[in-house]
């Protein structure tokens, strides 16, 4: 009898029922609309913290990198997919800057009913083309690059990958990064007054991103610290791909380049997203004096709102913690022992190991102190505060609003990742040592462990003083 075997591939923190059912929801049927193609036995197990890890069952994944392989073989039909993923992100761009523009709190409830609904709307939208660049879908991708490259002989692997897939397109953060070398500049003939103004409006408006996940935006003193030890990233080195003979490699290379591209803007917008329901959610609970609102979905959010009737009592039970789990392309909540058989599956193993091995990201070899940052920790805020230069990144996945630990790291270690990965396109632009898709780094480290990390080799050892 086979046993089902389920693999965690990410975790959040501060995860809500209207933000889980679309989030699980976009590999079903909003997928299935893009490329025609939907996932079942999709688990999301939410703690009693609010914590948010998501499960697939290894079938699944094996199914959805075969069915990718085929994908990517057809010229016409990824290219319909990438313009309408462009697409997605224009739309998701208009909605998120109308949002912006919106008072909330004298905005009248069914309103902002109407807006959370769009909002979810747009989110399976986006959540549906972060899918299509998940680790396994790009396997073949990834295994022909590296079969081509290996024509290439006596040329650092790291700079081949780098060049291959270097794709020229302005990142989420580029702006915030732009605004920040400015003031670094001036910072010394400003006045504390002027100072003030600087770091209120840098909080307004790229603060948020902390509050997704976190309890709270990213501080004043947060981007204080940024403009006063600001260093411009040197160039990236990149070689001159027309003096290799590798056709098959450019192509693919330029593929890959594209849909990690993609992938860190699709991240960006479902953070964007998710913060705006957040921020219109919070509003209704204060406007309807009920914190249970917090644990409704949108369908729910909506209803109660119109004045029809739920189970207010069976939305209680989320406090303690529920599953969201994908059958035939629809989600589907269950809260109390309901949860049981879910979390059962779902279960993993106690490792305690000194040795773990991933894939190359980004070459280099690295000794260093190690700084887990935990998505699903109740001590989030505090772990990415304290995180010093030239401590190893180790992490599940890195994400838009860590990038400036990216740039602190002496080195990146994450769970899960591939080639198109955030960590992956980060480390080889800054040219980082980077090993990806360890799967229990953060479960078998802590913060303070001496680590050497052979990016070389793709081996993280655990080193005993």
Not at 21 to 37: D, R, S, T, W
Not at 127 to 153: D, F, G, T
Not at 270 to 280: D, S, W
Not at 373 to 390: M, R, T
Request: hydrophobic share 35%.
């Amino acid at each position: 009898m086979k046993v089902d075997k389920y693999q965690r591939v990410f975790e959040n923190q501060n995860v809500r029922p209207y933000y889980s059912i679309p989030h699980n929801q976009g590999f079903g049927e909003p997928l299935k609309e893009l490329v025609n193609y939907e996932y079942d036995r999709v688990i999301y197990v939410i703690s009693e913290s609010y914590g948010n890890k998501a499960y697939i069952h290894e079938d699944e994944i094996n199914k959805g990198a075969n069915y990718f392989s085929k994908i990517w073989k057809d010229s016409k039909k990824t290219k319909e997919i990438l313009a309408e993923i462009r697409k997605r992100f224009l739309n998701a761009k208009k909605l998120e800057f109308n949002l912006w523009k919106i008072d909330i709190i004298n905005i009248k409830e069914e309103k902002l009913v109407s807006k959370l609904n769009k909002i979810q709307d747009m989110l399976l939208n986006i959540l549906s083309a972060h899918v299509i660049s998940q680790p396994p879908h790009i396997k073949s991708l990834e295994k022909e690059l590296n079969n081509s490259l290996e024509k290439i002989k006596d040329v650092d692997q790291s700079l081949l990958i780098r060049s291959f897939t270097h794709f020229e397109g302005v990142l989420p953060h580029a702006e915030e990064e732009k605004e920040i070398e400015k003031y670094n500049k001036l910072w010394s003939n400003i006045d504390s007054d002027k100072r003030e103004t600087i770091l209120e409006e840098l909080v307004k408006k790229y603060g948020w991103i902390n509050a997704v996940e976190g309890d709270k935006p990213y501080s004043k003193e947060h981007y204080k610290n940024k403009i006063e030890t600001y260093k411009k990233s040197s160039d990236i080195e990149l070689l001159d791909l027309s003096k290799y003979s590798v056709p098959q490699a450019v192509k693919i290379g330029k593929l890959i380049g594209e849909l990690g591209f993609l992938r860190f803007w699709s991240r960006f917008h479902m953070l964007a997203l998710h913060y705006q329901m957040k921020r219109i959610v919070k509003e209704l609970a204060i406007k309807k004096e009920n914190n249970l609102i917090n644990l409704m979905t949108v369908k729910e959010i909506t209803n109660y709102i119109n004045g029809d009737e739920i189970n207010l009592k069976e939305i209680e039970k989320r406090k303690k913690g529920y599953v969201v789990y994908l059958k035939n392309g629809k989600s589907h909540l269950v809260s109390g022992q309901e949860t049981d058989k879910y979390i059962k599956l779902t279960k993993e193993d106690e490792l305690s190991q000194k040795q773990i091995s991933g894939f190359v990201a980004c070459r280099g070899l690295i000794k260093a102190k190690a700084r887990i940052i935990d998505f699903n920790s109740k001590d989030y805020n505090k772990e990415v505060s304290q995180f010093k230069k030239g401590e190893i990144l180790v992490t599940g996945m890195t994400r838009p609003q860590i990038v400036h630990l990216c740039n602190k790291a002496s080195a990146i270690v994450t769970d899960e990742g591939g080639i198109t990965s955030h960590a992956a396109v980060v480390s080889r632009e800054l040219n980082i040592p980077c090993v990806i898709g360890t799967k229990d780094a953060t479960k078998i480290f802590k913060t303070g462990d001496f680590l050497e990390v052979d990016a070389n080799k793709g081996i993280i050892t655990k080193i005993i003083n």
